[in-house]
């Protein structure tokens, strides 16, 4: 979708005109476009929701009542056991391992939550755990999906691209790992998810870096080859001891790649609701941003430096210039590279800059999706120049589940 900074910025300014910085806004057109963009990319298969990068249980309601969403994937525990008893969902697939005891409970003692909530494993001792909390004949059978490692390890592994998350890379331990789950009682296998950070999660275009761009592209290619047939071999081995009711995979950045792959069943997305910079640095589908904050203008340095309260809500991730907030409106705004965003305030320079004046807006967007929601009790839904909503993130109905 095609974005007129001008009319954007003039849209966002008179919606919000009642409101005092710093808030966070949502563009419904944006946020529409980019979940029928998202399902279209799918082919076909379902696309289940990142809670993690939308926490705002309004927002996770629209996107799952659009044409091909079907699911949530929660990033804790207790997070899935607060969607599925509030109605926002009835199948929650827990993104993470727990050892949330708590949550462990609740989920055993109730089994509305155990036939709609399934746990993530990748070793025995995650079942042992549990099996503490509560022993199998006292509770409902639990739903287990296996985390099969995504990451590319060439030169016979001496050489690894991507997250480190499970120990399970091969489909011989996949199988074994099945087996053990078959033997216990109390379990039952359902699914098997495999996230390819190195290919959803890393733009393959980062401005201005050209080699870094064609070695990140080199890379991708050959990790997609290789998990193409090492999780097919894994989902076969796998069934052997487990009828799937689904096998997850991919991420925002690789929808459509994941999608073509024959053992995959769904595919996962959040982040490309709300159209976050990281996402800038992709060629396949860069969403539409749909996600802002605004912070006031209260000081002028000097001619040429505006200066905004706040501002400094960086992402996770590696320290890096990646992780800031992007001032966004008016266009031409850059950070100051000896302060970047701040705590308290954020100089900005630029050729938009000497323009501003106290009391002026300027529109930021987030590194990443869900974290923008962290810093704000609500979400100000706009359509056209009409705020037409204001709804609560987690933190405005007194959750932070990680």
Known sequence: MAIDSDTLRERLDKATAHLDPPYAVVDLTAFDANAAALAARSS?????AASKSIRSRDLLDRALGQAGWAGVMAFTLA???????????????????TADRGALATLAGDPQLAAAVTLMIDSTEQLDLIDTVCAPGHRPELRVC???????????GRVHVGVRRSPVHSARAAGALAAAVARRAGFRLVGLM????????????PPGQAALSAAIRIAQRGSYRELLARRGAAVAAVREHADLEFVNGGGTGSVAATSADPSVTEVTAGSGLYGPTLFDAYR?????????????VVRRPTPEIAT???????????????????PWLPAGLELVGTEGAGEVQTPLTGAAAAALRIGDRVWFRHAKAGELCERVND????DGDTVVATVPTYRGEGHAFL
């Open 308 to 326: 905004v309260l706040g501002g400094g809500w960086i992402a996770s991730g590696p320290a890096a210039t990646s992780r800031l907030p992007r």
């Open 44 to 48: 076909g298969k379902p696309v289940r």
């Open 146 to 156: 296996l985390d099969l490692d995504a990451s590319w390890r060439p030169l016979r």
């Open 194 to 205: 495999s996230y390819e950070a190195q290919i959803a999660g890393l733009g393959d275009a």
């Open 79 to 97: 997070e899935a056991n607060w969607l599925v008893r509030s109605g926002a969902t009835g199948d929650a697939l827990v993104a993470y391992p």
């Open 379 to 382: 979400l100000h839904l706009v």
């Open 284 to 296: 396949a589908w860069r969403p539409t941003p749909a996600a802002f904050f605004a912070c006031s």
